[in-house]
């Protein structure tokens, strides 16, 4: 989806009954997404799992990071902290079988937005049961308790456990929990059309995933691309709209209620992309625009929005050539609005730190993770080819991140050597000072990119999502 860039009511589906049928991809353009938030499961209802994929033995405290390898048809389950080994394994979500690797046409099905909660990972797959309608897969931890380490778990294994639900929408792409429900926002675009065609208007899906209801909400807003929480409680929520350069803001009239457009801002230019965001921790929030690449006469920018989206301030970001912006995430701090930013452009990608003045409502660069570009993060292994990073989240504390990073380019049928980064920060009080205490390739420890075996590919870990489990 975003790999290759880079819609009505459904009915709930157990995958138990399509085991005895035939369960039958879409290139990706550019740039790929979405969650930057942690989930905490000791907020959730349904009590840790002790085995398996997705379990945590009793008194003990896990941190999984569960990785959406867009392009491969794949999920990735790994534990940054916490017993047992580094890499768990990985759920084979590769419905219409893409043999040898190949994602034309019909063959890609695309895990994408991912969310965890009541024991339950969640997966929006673009393209199924077809390439212009996507779906939403329930896996029940409960149904992964005999996963061996390691174990790389087809459809047949896992399906019986699992529940569909056909959104019967084009292009899905985030997700994220909210109370007993769930929340979706579509692209409602074709992503493999040019962006000029991205004029159809998104929806945002409130979800029943135990009746399998869907509530659509109409936005103002064309090609939404990122969900972003903008309170603790998801009360309020922000998208970015690619298609029209704007930002929409949904809330609740009561807590825990329906959502309801709230405001909308707009950038004032045109063409341009706007398609990561993160919250202030004010009740605003802060979003990326940049041109199409590559581009050498265009500047990138960071805008600053209100809780009313009124404008607070940008900030033009100048280079030699324009940045290529992917994900931000928030950060916590008492002295002020802090981001993380994944910067993908040439020589000058890697992670920078965002500050914000509140008084002149600039967020401007304040620091960079410097270790990353100096021990080699962003190249391949073997260092035969360039990474970007482009997937962030960040645990509650923010002092650990995740980081997934991809080529930029990559063929359809062609191996992708890309890494799934644990980085611990340095513990000061103003993230702008925080260096690298450590980091570790948490995708070296998963079976080994070859070049001949499709299922080892990874060419887009565009969505990385932290899961703490606490005893």
Not at 168 to 182: F, K, N, T, V
Not at 369 to 383: H, I, K, N, S, V
Not at 391 to 415: C, E, F, M, V, W
């Amino acid at each position: 989806m975003l790999a290759r860039a880079m819609a009505k009511r459904g009915s709930l589906v157990v995958f138990g009954l399509l085991a005895g049928g035939c369960l039958p991809g879409n290139p990706s353009l550019d740039d790929e997404a979405t969650s930057s938030e942690s989930e905490s499961e000791s907020e959730t209802g349904e009590p840790p799992v002790e085995e398996g994929l997705l379990g945590c033995p009793a008194g003990e405290a896990c941190t999984l990071v569960i990785v959406s390898q867009t392009i491969d048809d794949r999920v990735e389950v790994y534990a940054a902290a916490g017993p047992g080994p580094t890499y768990r394994g990985a759920i084979d979500v590769d419905l219409k079988p893409n043999t040898g690797g190949n994602i034309a046409g019909e063959l890609l099905d695309e895990p994408y937005g991912l969310a965890f909660a009541d024991q339950t990972l969640h997966v929006l797959l673009g393209h199924y049961p077809t390439r212009n309608e996507g779906s939403l897969v329930s896996l029940p931890a409960a149904a992964l308790l005999d996963v061996g380490a390691g174990e790389l778990v087809p459809p047949i294994t896992w399906m019986a456990g699992a529940s569909l639900l056909p959104l019967e929408r084009l292009e899905p792409l985030s997700i994220l929990a909210r109370g007993d429900s769930l929340h979706v926002g579509v692209f409602a675009n074709d992503l493999f059309v040019p962006e000029s065609q991205w004029t159809n208007q998104s929806s945002l899906l409130t979800i029943d995933p135990g009746a399998g209801t869907i509530d659509p909400l109409a936005l103002d807003c064309a090609g939404a691309w990122t969900l972003a929480r903008l309170d603790d409680a998801g009360d309020r929520l922000a998208l970015a709209c690619d298609g029209d350069e704007q930002v929409v803001i949904v809330e609740a009239a009561q807590p825990g209620g329906p959502l309801a457009p709230a405001c909308t801002a707009a950038i004032p230019f045109t063409g341009k992309r706007v398609r990561y965001l993160a919250a202030d921790g004010m009740g605003g929030v802060l979003v990326g625009e940049h041109p199409p690449l590559p581009s050498t006469d265009e500047s990138a920018r960071l805008w600053w929005f209100d809780g009313d989206c009124d404008l607070r301030g940008f900030t033009t970001l100048e280079d030699t050539i324009s940045w290529e912006l992917h994900q931000l995430a928030a950060l916590p701090s008492e002295l002020g609005p802090r981001w993380l930013l994944a910067r993908g452009d040439g020589e000058q990608r890697g992670v920078v730190v965002v500050a914000g003045d509140v008084a002149s409502g600039e967020a401007t660069q304040c620091g960079r993770l410097q270790a990353l570009d100096d021990e080699g993060a962003w190249l391949a292994a073997g260092g035969s080819e360039p990474l970007r990073p482009h997937a962030l989240a960040t645990a509650s504390s923010g002092r650990q991140l995740a980081i997934g990073a991809g080529p930029s380019n990559y063929g359809d049928a062609a191996p992708g050597y890309g890494k799934v980064l644990w980085v611990e920060l340095d513990d000061t009080d103003d993230p702008c000072e925080a260096g690298v205490a450590s980091f570790t390739e948490l995708s070296a420890s998963a079976p080994a990119v070859d070049a001949m075996v499709p299922q080892t590919w990874r060419r887009a870990p565009d969505v990385v999502l932290v899961v703490e489990v606490e005893p």
